[in-house]
């Protein structure tokens, strides 16, 4: 390490992590970013040209894994690695407003939003802003039944677009939708017919940015939705192995301050243990002699928190911690966090 200076801090590129099963209109949506005169420069990393199906006439000139649009943003495929990908487009001289990375249809999109939590290099010049889910409204429920990664995907996301709305009906739609909100509360959800929606709704938009997950879902401190118990509604039964295998969301609230000695050792141990079966967390808390919120978020082990600001009113200091994940305990979780009071 030399003495010199650290350079100004460069301003972080957001990457949105799309993600969706076959078929749900993942590829629809990124014509649209590549080939759409929106004004903004996107680069989109995706994991085969081939399967896009872009129309020649619109790609100026490739070098070997990277096209150019006619409408300035540029496509490249991820053949090897994703974090070398990422190191090429930060060097190159142009600058992109953002940057889509469209994970297969199967894969779990974790690993990938991972990268941006963990690699330095990318760390500096990027910032993870949302995961985005595309979801077929017609046929989720049959994925649902008999893919574990069509569940997982809706798990990770921040915000789900809900896509093919015209092929089922308005009590279809409620039903599908409810089902959505017992494995994840807190995402979006959007509506669309043929992935048709403003881009702004979906790129840049902050939802992994530890300051502004207080402000998108208001319910958050509020339990709003009483998200707690039930969202399996099959812990009496315990006796189906099955539905152990279900993820859903569970929230824990806490009344009183927290030691941040004890809850850091509890959630990396608690991280450490389940975090394979925990695929995301988020938490607002409020920690012992501070006045600001403290706010964490997981993504499997991987974790980061920080305080961002004052709490709005004193009344309302109540910790919550809400989890997204298979065979949770909801006992175990709520006696340990219990336990961290200071």
Same mark, same amino acid.
């Given at each position: ?82 974090? &070398?990908?990422?190191?090429? /487009?930060?060097?190159?001289? @142009?600058?992109?407003?953002?940057? %889509?990375?469209?994970?297969? $249809? !199967? ?86 017919? &043929?992935?048709?929606?403003? /881009?702004?709704?979906?790129? @840049?938009?902050?939802?992994?940015? %530890?300051?502004?997950?207080? $402000? !998108? ?107 997204? $994940? ?17």
């Amino acid at each position: 390490m030399s003495d010199t200076p650290a350079p100004a801090a460069l301003p972080q590129i957001p990457v949105t992590v799309l993600t969706g099963y076959l078929g749900a209109g993942k590829t629809t949506l990124l014509n649209r970013v590549l080939t759409e005169n929106h004004g903004k420069k996107y680069a989109v990393i995706v994991n085969e040209f081939g399967e896009i199906g872009i129309d020649n006439d619109l790609v100026v000139g490739a070098d070997e894994e990277v096209f150019e649009m006619n409408n300035g943003c540029i496509c490249c495929t991820v053949r090897g690695d994703l974090i &070398r990908i990422i190191g090429g /487009l930060i060097k190159r001289k @142009d600058k992109f407003d953002a940057i %889509l990375v469209e994970t297969t $249809g !199967l894969a779990d999109p974790a690993p990938v939003a991972q990268t941006f939590f963990t690699d330095d290099d990318v760390k500096k010049r990027t910032r993870l802003d949302s995961i985005v889910t595309v979801v077929d409204a017609k046929h989720v429920g049959l994925r649902l039944e008999d893919a574990d990664e069509a569940e997982e995907q809706i798990a990770f996301a921040d915000v789900i677009l809900l896509n093919k709305t015209d092929l089922v009906s308005k009590e279809e739609l409620a039903k599908i939708e409810a089902r959505i909100r017992t494995i994840n509360p807190f995402a979006k959800v959007h509506h669309t017919v &043929r992935s048709n929606i403003d /881009l702004d709704q979906i790129l @840049d938009r902050g939802s992994f940015d %530890l300051n502004r997950i207080i $402000g !998108l879902d208001p319910d958050f401190l509020e339990g709003g939705h009483d998200h707690h118990h039930h969202h399996g509604h099959h812990e009496k039964e315990g006796a189906n192995p099955l539905h152990d295998e279900e993820i859903r969301s569970l929230s824990v609230m806490l009344d009183k301050p927290v030691d941040p000695a004890k809850f850091s050792d509890w959630i990396s141990g608690l991280l450490l243990a389940e975090g394979q079966n925990i695929l995301r967390s988020k938490g607002i808390l409020n920690m012992a002699k501070s006045d600001q919120r403290y706010v964490f978020q997981a993504v499997h082990m991987v974790s980061e928190g920080s305080f961002t600001g004052p709490w709005p009113t004193k009344d309302k200091r109540k910790s919550r911690l809400v989890f997204i $994940g298979r065979k949770l305990n909801e006992a175990a979780l709520r006696d340990g966090f219990a336990a961290c009071a200071a």
